[in-house]
Every structure is written in C-alpha cells, then in structure tokens.
C-alpha cells in the first residue's frame, strides 16, 4: 500500500508520516512546497510542489492507494478544489481529509468560542477557520471520491499519550483536546487499515 501524505511538513503531517513508515506492507510518500529543514526517514519519498496546483498533485499520485490531507488551516477551498480534480483524473479515490470539528455544529455557542479562546483564536478567527474548514469539507464530501471526513478536536502541542476516541458524526463529541501524538497514532491506525474506517466522516477525540 503506498500512502501520500499532503500537508507533511507541518507538526501533525511530519507526525504522521514518522507512525506510517516502519509499518511493514506501507510506502509513505511525503508531498511539500520544500521546507528546507524538513527530515524524513531515508526510505519515505518525498516529492516536492504546489498542493493548489493539479499537475503537481497528478505527479504525487502515480501509483497511490490512499490518501490523507492535513492541508491548511486556512483558504481550505483553494486546495480541496484543485485535489479533488487531480484524484478524479488520477483515478485516485480513497482519502482522508483532516478538518475542524465544530462544521457540522448548526451555529458557534459562547462555549465553543471560549474554547476557541484558550487554544489563541479570538472569534474573528475562530468564525474564519470554521468557514474556510467547512466550505473544503463541502468541496471533498461533493467531490465523487472514496472519502472520509476526520473532524479532529483542537491539538494539544506536547507528548502526551492519551487514550484516543472517535465518534459518528452525528453523536457528541465524548472527548475533548487531543495531542499531536495519539492524534498522529490514530490516523496511521486509520490509513493502514483503511477498508475499516469506511464511514463518511468521524468525529475524532480523546480523554487522559
């Protein structure tokens, strides 16, 4: 199984990729805009371009099977677009795209905006983050792909090892903040056993 990884140079991309590649039956390929102090393991491919640009993506997809994507955070929408397009002429079905866990909430309470507050976003940015998130979402969920959504709860930036929990989409959220860590953990889980994980989306989570 050959697994791309979009968005590898970032904290949670470069975690996942580092859980993927002693896996036996896996091949990580790592796609980013060529972050010069980015290492990955010496057998990980690596390919540099532009995630908005759908030649670069087509030229990352030979010969994929599963996808995951931690594009972003922001202007989501310029880069579902062009990788839909690419993963439909590729011929490339099966993703999993990252994404914010308060989309699918009908509106943003004075508790989610508290929340927000304690991990830096004030509420101009929290309201933004959610658009954007919810609107490439939208993009994936419309695009005719094997797709599943992860609506991850706010990282937790330290090493903490917490006990990992995923819920339908349309249940609550049993957990709360979860760290890069487990999060990178369950999604290795996720990617390598993917005909497992066939639900449209999940709502992802933990508790210590």
């Known amino acids: ?16 990729v580092n859980r993927l590649a002693p896996l036996p039956d896996v091949t990580v390929r790592a796609f980013n805009r060529g ?23 087509k ?3 030979k010969d994929v099977d599963v996808v995951f994507s931690t594009l972003g955070p922001f202007n989501v929408e310029s880069f579902a677009t062009p990788l839909v397009q690419a ?3 590729s011929d490339v079905k ?8 308060q989309i699918v909430n009908k509106e943003i309470t004075p508790a989610d905006l508290k929340l927000a507050a304690s991990f830096g976003f004030d509420e101009a940015d929290d309201r933004g983050y959610v658009e954007t998130q919810r609107n490439g979402a939208n993009i994936i969920s419309a695009g005719h792909l094997d797709s599943t959504l992860l609506l991850i709860h706010y990282f937790k930036y330290d090493q903490t090892i917490q006990h990992a929990v995923l819920d ?5 959220m049993a957990g709360g903040p979860i760290s890069v860590p487990t999060l990178a953990a369950v999604i290795a889980e996720m990617l390598s056993h993917e005909a497992d994980y066939r639900d449209a989306a999940y709502k992802v989570s933990a508790k210590d």
Do not use: N
Not at 94 to 101: A, I, K, N, P, Y
Not at 168 to 172: E, L, M, N, S, T
């Open 1 to 16: 199984m050959r697994i791309l990884v979009l968005g590898s140079s970032g904290v949670l991309g470069q975690a996942v």
């Open 94 to 101: 099966r993703l999993f795209w990252s994404t914010q866990f």
């Open 59 to 61: 030229g990352a997809l």
């Open 168 to 172: 339908a989409v349309d249940q609550p």
């Open 35 to 57: 972050k010069k102090d980015v290492k990955y393991p010496a057998f990980v491919e690596h390919t540099v371009g532009d995630a908005t640009s759908v030649a670069d993506l």
């Open 87 to 89: 993963m439909q002429e």
